[in-house]
C-alpha cells in the first residue's frame, strides 16, 4: 500500500482493475488506527460499472473525469482528427468514433446508463455570434437530442450536458427553454447547475451543467445543494517555472508593445506588481479595443478563463514580475493541461497549438468530476450500489490525497 502521492500513480496504473484507497501519512494514533482499516484494496467490478457514452468528447477529459470516478466509457464521438489524435494518446480508444454526429444513429450506440453532451458553444458564447441552438456548431444539440430520440426503450438513464453560461441567456432564455422541453419530450426531467472550475483550480471557468434523469423522484436530491468546494490555491502552483534567461520569455521589443497596450490603471498594477520582493504570476489576454490589440493583466493570480484562438480570443500570456523585473510569455501547453485539471495528460504526439486548441475547448476534470460525484453517481446508485464513489486519479493537484 503507498503512502506518498507520488507511488500512487504507479501503482494505480499496475493495478487496473483495483482502485487503491490511499490517505495521507497518520500522525496521530487515532488516525493510525483508521487507517488500518482502511488499509484494503477496494476492488471495482468494471463491468459493473456505469456505462457511458460521450459525445462530442472532444481530447477525452469528461472521460478522464468520469473513469476517475468509477464510471466506463463504452462509446464516443468526435469529428475533429487531431483530437482523436490527443483522446487516443491517452485512453484505449476502441469506443471512439471520428466523423460527424449527424452520421451516428441510434442503434451504433451501444446500452448505456449515461450520455454526455459538451456540444459547442459558438453560437451561445456572449463572444460568439448568437445564433443560438439554430446556429451550425451549437445547433449539434439537436442531433444529441435525435440519436437519444432514436434509441427508443434503450434511452439512458442520466444524461449530462455541458456548456457556456450564455446558454441560458441566449436568445432571452428560449434556448435553453427549447433543450429543456426537447429532453423533458424524451423523458429527462432536468436541473440546471452551474458550476466555475474556480472552485478546484485557479481558473475562471464558469459552466452550466444540465443533468437529466428518467427517475424524476431522485433528481431534486438534497446531495445536490451541498456547499461546492473553495480552492484556495494560485497560479504559483500551475507555471512553469522557467529561468530569466529562457528564450520562451518575449524579447524587449514585444515586451514594450505589451507594456504600452496596457491601460493606465493596468499599467499600475504591474508597476506595482514589480516592486514586490518575490515572483508573482499573473494572466493576461489580448483584446481589440477601438480597433486596436491590447493586453489585459488579471489583478488576481488565477488564470482567466481558457478559450481557442478562434473568433477573436487570443491565446493566453503569462506574466512573472517581482525583484524589479517584469517578463511575459505565451502559456504553455502543459499550463493548459494543468489548468483543465489534466496535469499529466500526454500531449507529446501533437503540435503545442494543436494541444493548447485542445484545452481551449475542453472541460475541466475536477468540475465534472465532481457533478459526478455529487449528482450521477446518487442517480444511479440503486442499479449500482457497489460502485466507489469517491476516488480520483490523475486530475488531483500536487499535493491532495487520491481520496477527497
Ligand atoms: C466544447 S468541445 C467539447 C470538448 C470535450 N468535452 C473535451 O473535454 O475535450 C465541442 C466538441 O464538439 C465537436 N464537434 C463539433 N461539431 C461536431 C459534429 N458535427 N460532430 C461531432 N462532433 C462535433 C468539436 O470537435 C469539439 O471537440
Redesign the pocket.
Known amino acids: 500500500m503507498p503512502e506518498a502521492n507520488t507511488e500512487v500513480p504507479k501503482a494505480l496504473e499496475a493495478m487496473v482493475d483495483t482502485v487503491l484507497r490511499y490517505r495521507p501519512k497518520p500522525t496521530s494514533a487515532a488516525q493510525k488506527k483508521r487507517k488500518r482499516k482502511q488499509k484494503k484494496a477496494i476492488t471495482i467490478d468494471r463491468s459493473r460499472a456505469p456505462r457511458v457514452a ?11 473525469a468520469l473513469e476517475g470516478e468509477g464510471f466506463r466509457i463504452v462509446f464516443a ?4 482528427p487531431t ?1 482523436a489524435v490527443l ?1 487516443q494518446a491517452n485512453f484505449d480508444a476502441s469506443d471512439l468514433v471520428v ?4 452520421s ?1 444513429r441510434g442503434r451504433d450506440v451501444p446500452d448505456i446508463d449515461v450520455a ?1 453532451a ?4 459558438t453560437d451561445l458564447s456572449l463572444a460568439g455570434n448568437r445564433a443560438g441552438l439554430a446556429g451550425k ?1 451549437s445547433g ?1 444539440f439537436w ?1 444529441f437530442a435525435r440519436v437519444l430520440d432514436e434509441m427508443g426503450k434503450r434511452r439512458p438513464t442520466v444524461v449530462m450536458l ?2 457556456v453560461p450564455g446558454f441560458a441567456t441566449s436568445r432571452g432564455g428560449q434556448d435553453m427553454r427549447d433543450a429543456l422541453a426537447k429532453l423533458a419530450e424524451l423523458g429527462y426531467q432536468c436541473d440546471v447547475i452551474p458550476v466555475d472550475a474556480r472552485w478546484f483550480v485557479p481558473q475562471s471557468r464558469p459552466r452550466m451543467f444540465i443533468v437529466g434523469s428518467r427517475r424524476h423522484d431522485l433528481v431534486a436530491s438534497p446531495l445536490l445543494r451541498r456547499e461546492p468546494p473553495v480552492c484556495a490555491e494560485t497560479l504559483s502552483a500551475y507555471v512553469d517555472r522557467l529561468s530569466s534567461e529562457d528564450p520562451r520569455w518575449w524579447p524587449a521589443d514585444r515586451l514594450g508593445r505589451f507594456l504600452r497596450s496596457l491601460s493606465p490603471i493596468q499599467a499600475e498594477r504591474v508597476a506595482k506588481l514589480r516592486c514586490v520582493g518575490k515572483l508573482e504570476w499573473s494572466t493576461a489576454y489580448r483584446r481589440t479595443r477601438n480597433g486596436c490589440a491590447v493586453w489585459e493583466v488579471r489583478p488576481d493570480s488565477v488564470s482567466g478563463c481558457l478559450r481557442t484562438a478562434r473568433g477573436g480570443s487570443s491565446k493566453q500570456a503569462v506574466m512573472e514580475t517581482g525583484h524589479g523585473d517584469v517578463r511575459v510569455r505565451w502559456m504553455s501547453a502543459r499550463e493548459y493541461a494543468r489548468l ?1 485539471g489534466a496535469p499529466d495528460f500526454h500531449i507529446d504526439d501533437v503540435s503545442e497549438n494543436a494541444a493548447i486548441f ?2 481551449g ?3 475541466c476534470v475536477p468540475a465534472v468530476a465532481w457533478v459526478a460525484r455529487s449528482y450521477l453517481l446518487p442517480l444511479l446508485q440503486e442499479k449500482f450500489p457497489t460502485t466507489h464513489r469517491h476516488v480520483t486519479t490523475r486530475s488531483c493537484p500536487v499535493g491532495m490525497s487520491l481520496m477527497t
Not at 54 to 63: K, Q, Y
Not at 99 to 102: A, N, R, S, T, Y
Open positions: 460521450e459525445f462530442f468528447a472532444g481530447i477525452g477529459l469528461v472521460r478522464r464521438n468526435d469529428i475533429e483530437k483522446y466523423g460527424d454526429v449527424c451516428v454526455t459538451s456540444f459547442p458553444c456548431q449539434m442531433e455541458e456548456n483543465q485542445g484545452f475547448d475542453a472541460v
